[in-house]
Nanobody, 123 residues
Framework: QVQLVESGGGLVQAGDSLRLSCAASGRTFSRYVAGWFHQAPGKEREFVATTWSGNSTYYADSVKGRFTISRDNAKNAVYLQMNTLKPEDTAVYFC?????????????????WGQGTQVTVSS
């Protein structure tokens, strides 16, 4: 059982950076796969990044080299460091968690979701 709350979104210019945070509740959160997804108006939710046991990570091609996902198990938190932001990154960003998944990129595989935080990047 996990509850998630995102924070850190805002309005920035292209090329700027933001750091999103996801605070989690749950005794065994460190055992869960954690991920970030985003969703633009009128579009489906898209995979951004995920991390699992052993601090392994996987990223969408569109953010590889620019974004970094990390977690601090002592604080029950997951982070998304976003550098060199582009206007096409504009979306609501959600953190998500699940005990086990077959496809990290599939939003339908995740059981727990936060409410989302808005990221807007102007050109």
């Amino acid at each position: 059982q996990v509850q998630l709350v995102e924070s850190g979104g805002g309005l920035v210019q292209a090329g700027d950076s933001l750091r999103l945070s996801c605070a989690a509740s749950g005794r065994t959160f460190s055992r869960y796969v954690a991920g970030w997804f985003h969703q633009a108006p009128g579009k489906e939710r898209e995979f951004v990044a995920t991390t699992w046991s052993g601090n392994s990570t996987y990223y969408a091609d569109s953010v590889k080299g620019r974004f970094t996902i990390s977690r601090d198990n002592a604080k029950n938190a997951v982070y998304l460091q976003m550098n060199t932001l582009k206007p096409e990154d504009t979306a609501v960003y959600f953190c998500a968690a699940v005990r086990s998944v077959r496809y990290y990129q599939d939003a339908g595989e995740y059981d727990y979701w936060g409410q989302g935080t808005q990221v807007t990047v102007s050109s």
